[in-house]
């Protein structure tokens, strides 16, 4: 049988699943606004290092423009401002400092540091000595050495930094795009997985609560209009085929609800209808009998005593018919008592011995004294079933055959055999039926296989009838030794 799965479980699979989603997405949400977080703060700080340079370059121009104008046009302030350039020259590099990172960046400040200080050692000189300096020395030192010299080469480390930092704005550009498509990406999966998620859960719902649900109502259905044979489908969650099986034997158990119903009420109506019948047919068989034997005298002649034998044999079978019949209705209450098997079967096989002479055939009996054939039951009711079932071996046993009755004795149990060469039973019959079975007699009334499995039914016993190797009928009694009155 396929192993199904409960609701409980997969309904924790389907959540899960929606979790993870949920997770996925959050995953690639912040993902997403950590990358362009980093590449926004990175491009910020590229940004900033890019306009420090530049305020660098533009207060080295104002501090040269000071020193130009205390040399050329004698501003006695140049001075003054040339030193508050220096002062925030020195705090743009430390803000360089603490804004550059990796090797290349800081050796790239460092280089501007550098000629910076060039310049600050070469325009120190000038503003000390500045007497010992003549025109043409000065204008010298001023337009070449300064100007086209170190303030040339701070320009030219300048746009080398520059260069690093638009190399590393473009590489972040590169980053911000690949972050994007990877952002892009990352939403795409959890949407993907979402409406494949969706196409699951329908075929989920279809195939574990909408079919099976459609097919027990279904079975609910027929069931409620009478068709108990109708069976629910036992598919989909554990729970749904728990039910369905549920209703199954539900179904089973009114099913035989019903038959024991049908069975009890033909067998009341017979009970009441039987009684009345019986008391009014064996009025007139007792009349007729009496009659019949009154009338029989050595005078009359053969035919007319034959047909006076032929009126008691008829009655004494109509006599027996109503008598099972009877037997057949009423209840049997067992009454317990130490007997022995042996004495039961030999009770049952006297009203035989004439039956049995006529058609020559030979008993194979058990050995009673090698067993310990006693026990603790009702012996007129088993002697009753005995007689039924060996009467009918005994019809059914071909001219001059063997009929075996064979014992086995336990602590417990007695198993009987009963076992005859005849045609067979041209029927299996059933303990459960709710009339008596056809009669193989001519003149039977198919009650004695019913009688004594209602009588092995109220000794705690069993009877089978199976087909015996050869040809025959086997049949099989198996009883406790002991009965126990309930």
């Avoid at 200080?117 to 020395?137: N, V």
């Avoid at 498509?181 to 998620?197: M, N």
Wanted: proline fraction near 4%.
């Amino acid at each position: 049988m396929k192993r199904t799965r409960s609701l409980k479980h997969l309904l924790l699979i389907h959540e899960l699943a929606f979790i993870g989603l949920i997770v996925l997405a959050g995953a690639a949400g912040v993902l997403g606004i950590r990358l362009w977080d980093d590449s926004s703060q990175e491009s910020q700080r590229i940004h900033v290092l890019v306009q420090e340079i530049q305020q660098t370059r533009g207060d080295l121009y104002r501090q040269m423009k000071e020193l130009f104008d205390a040399f050329f046009l004698a501003d006695s302030t140049a001075q003054i401002e040339y030193d508050t350039y220096t002062i925030s020259i020195r705090q743009h590099f430390e803000k360089l400092d603490a804004l550059a990172e990796g090797e290349a960046e800081h050796a790239a400040i460092n280089n501007l540091r550098a000629s910076y200080t060039e310049f600050l050692e070469l325009t120190r000189d000038i503003f000390r000595q500045p007497s010992r300096l003549s025109d043409e020395s000065l204008n010298k030192t001023l337009n070449i050495d300064l100007e086209s010299g170190i303030f040339q080469r701070y320009e030219d480390v300048a746009a080398e930094a520059e260069r690093l930092l638009a190399a590393k704005q473009q590489e972040l550009e590169q980053r911000l795009q690949d972050a994007k498509r990877t952002s892009i990406t990352l939403f795409i999966i959890p949407i993907a997985f979402a409406i494949l998620l969706l196409l699951f859960s329908r075929m989920f719902l279809l195939r574990a609560l909408v079919r099976p649900i459609e097919g027990i109502v279904h079975a609910t259905t027929e069931i409620s209009a009478g068709r108990l044979e109708h069976k629910a489908p036992e598919a989909g969650a554990a729970e749904l085929a728990t039910l369905s099986r549920a209703i199954n034997h539900m179904a089973e158990e009114l099913a035989h609800s019903q038959e024991a119903l049908i069975r009890s009420e033909k067998q009341a109506a017979m009970g009441l209808l039987v009684p009345m019948l019986a008391h009014n047919i064996r009025n007139p068989l007792a009349s007729i009998r009496a009659t019949a034997q009154v009338a029989d005298s050595v005078e009359l002649d053969r035919d007319t005593r034959e047909s006076l034998e032929g009126i008691i044999s008829s009655v004494d079978r109509l006599e027996r018919w109503t008598g099972s019949l009877l037997a057949y209705l009423h209840p049997l209450k067992p009454q317990l008592s130490h007997s022995h098997l042996r004495q039961i079967v030999e009770g049952a096989l006297v009203p035989l011995q004439h039956r049995v002479r006529e058609k020559s055939l030979k008993l194979k009996l058990p050995s009673w004294q090698k067993q310990d054939d006693s026990l603790f039951t009702d012996e007129h009711l088993l002697e009753q079933a005995l007689y039924n079932l060996l009467q009918n071996a005994v019809e059914a046993a071909p001219n001059q055959s063997v009929l075996e009755i064979n014992v086995l004795m336990s602590a417990a149990t007695v198993r009987l055999q009963l076992a005859d060469r005849g045609p067979g039973m041209p029927f299996k019959p059933d303990p459960h039926a709710i009339s008596p079975g056809p009669s193989t007699k001519r003149f039977g009334t198919g009650l004695g296989i019913p009688f004594a499995f209602k009588v092995c039914e109220a000794l705690s016993g069993s009877v089978e009838f199976s087909e015996r190797e050869g040809g025959g009928t086997l049949i099989t009694l198996e009883l406790p030794r002991r009965h126990h009155v309930i």
